[in-house]
């Protein structure tokens, strides 16, 4: 089973170790904020010098830029890739519509991660599963199950 990891940056510590835990089961991964000579990896630093210079831009004057048209078109080819999603929560919007995206193409879905109370939406019925921390074992047994023999 190929597994597309879509989080935030500010997760970056968790992707990578989430990963790394999934490819020791034998899945293949794609995390975003790997670059590999496999794979293009954009962080908004390469696109402004600090964080504040991204007031200076809208959602329409961002994604103009080449850097972020490659990216864009670096994460869809690898979300076409994958036979499924986990969206490691905490996330935000770009992740929520890669999920969105997987659904809509028939790839699973899964969400894994914080689930804090208060915070919820009806939308995560989408999903195949949803996970909390503590149920990593129990999310990789239920994608195991998946797995083409």
């Given at each position: 089973?190929?597994?597309?990891?879509?989080?935030?940056?500010?997760?970056?510590?968790?992707?990578?170790?989430?990963?790394?835990?999934?490819?020791?089961?034998?899945?293949?991964?794609?995390?975003?904020?790997?670059?590999?000579?496999?794979?293009?990896?954009?962080?908004?630093?390469?696109?402004?010098?600090?964080?504040?210079?991204?007031?200076?831009?809208?959602?329409?004057?961002?994604?103009?830029?080449?850097?972020?048209?490659?990216?864009?078109?670096?994460?869809?080819?690898?979300?076409?890739?994958?036979?499924?999603?986990?969206?490691?929560?905490?996330?935000?919007?770009?992740?929520?519509?890669?999920?969105?995206?997987?659904?809509?193409?028939g790839k699973g879905l899964y969400i894994y991660g914080d689930f804090p109370k208060g915070e919820f939406d009806v939308m995560y019925?989408?999903?195949?599963?949803?996970?909390?921390?503590?149920?990593?074992?129990?999310?990789?047994?239920?994608?195991?199950?998946?797995?083409?023999?």
């Amino acid at each position: 089973m190929k597994i597309y990891i879509a989080s935030s940056w500010k997760n970056q510590e968790r992707v990578l170790w989430l990963a790394e835990r999934l490819e020791q089961e034998g899945f293949e991964v794609d995390a975003f904020c790997r670059a590999t000579d496999k794979r293009y990896s954009f962080h908004w630093s390469e696109f402004v010098d600090d964080e504040a210079e991204l007031l200076k831009y809208d959602a329409i004057s961002f994604i103009q830029d080449y850097r972020v048209v490659r990216a864009f078109n670096e994460d869809k080819s690898w979300l076409d890739w994958a036979d499924t999603v986990i969206m490691l929560m905490p996330c935000g919007r770009s992740s929520h519509l890669e999920a969105g995206y997987a659904v809509g193409k028939g790839k699973g879905l899964y969400i894994y991660g914080d689930f804090p109370k208060g915070e919820f939406d009806v939308m995560y019925g989408f999903a195949n599963g949803l996970f909390r921390n503590e149920e990593l074992t129990l999310m990789i047994q239920e994608l195991g199950q998946e797995m083409p023999k």
